[in-house]
């Protein structure tokens, strides 16, 4: 089984500039997480999509970032414009609706902008 | 909402001896508390879990334990290898994680 896929690997970008992530879940998994890790800091929660849906999204830092899982397969995150303090690595996570609680990790994106 | 502590942020032991990282959560409704791992290039990975209603589990080489009045948990690496070398995050869920910021063990050979 395919675990979660996330691109790109990294990615690097001038401040005012547009960037999106993309994230595969776990093929049946309709639970889709976003996450992301400042250097040194904890892995702070974005956002959560049931299938195509908002579930939660109270982390979201700001209205520069979209998020988006139309067809409740894969998703993407859209940074727009970034800025210097977005820089980080990006995770996605997917879990079953049925099965507990265990979240599955992508590698995520490592995302710098200058 | 839910604050997750963890402690200590980097961690180096000898091989063979053990690891202990601490965590702590503020919410007491929180019933289900994972341990990932990530190493390099890799996204966390989960290691252990472990839901309120128990207060330890042991996995091989792996353990750990649950005091919900004191709202702690801490993982427990015994008989450490250079290959546990890696970043431990702690979690706690009630619907969605929280993490910890993190502890960087290395384990010397």
């Known amino acids: 089984e395919a675990g979660v896929t996330q691109f790109p690997s990294h990615s690097v970008i001038e401040k005012g500039q547009t960037v999106t992530l993309r994230c595969d879940p776990i093929?049946?998994?309709?639970?889709l997480y976003w996450y992301r890790r400042v250097m040194g800091k904890e892995i702070k929660f974005l956002l959560h999509?049931?299938?195509?849906?908002?579930?939660?999204e109270s982390g979201m830092p700001n209205n520069r970032f979209l998020a988006e899982r139309t067809g409740g397969t894969y998703s993407t995150l859209k940074v727009q414009p970034a800025e210097l303090e977005d820089s980080g690595v990006y995770f996605c996570?997917?879990?079953?609706?049925?099965?507990?609680?265990?979240?599955?990790f992508g590698p995520g994106t490592r995302l710098t902008v200058l | 909402g839910e604050n997750v502590e963890q402690h200590p942020s980097t961690l180096s032991v000898q091989e063979g001896d053990s690891a202990v990282i601490k965590c702590t959560y503020s919410?007491?409704?929180?019933?289900?508390f994972p341990w990932y791992k990530q190493e390099l290039g890799k996204g966390p990975q989960l290691i252990i879990d472990i839901r309120s209603n128990v207060g330890e589990k042991k996995d091989q080489r792996i353990a750990v334990t649950l005091n919900k009045t004191a709202k702690h948990f801490s993982l427990h690496i015994t008989e450490t290898q250079p290959e546990d070398s890696a970043v431990y995050f702690c979690a706690a869920s009630i619907w969605d994680m929280r993490f910890g910021a993190g502890t960087r063990l290395t384990v010397k050979p």
């Open positions: 996570a997917s879990s079953p609706t049925e099965g507990g609680n265990e979240q599955f």
């Open positions: 999509f049931v299938k195509e849906s908002k579930q939660d």
């Open positions: 093929s049946g998994h309709d639970n």
């Open positions: 919410d007491s409704a929180s019933n289900y």
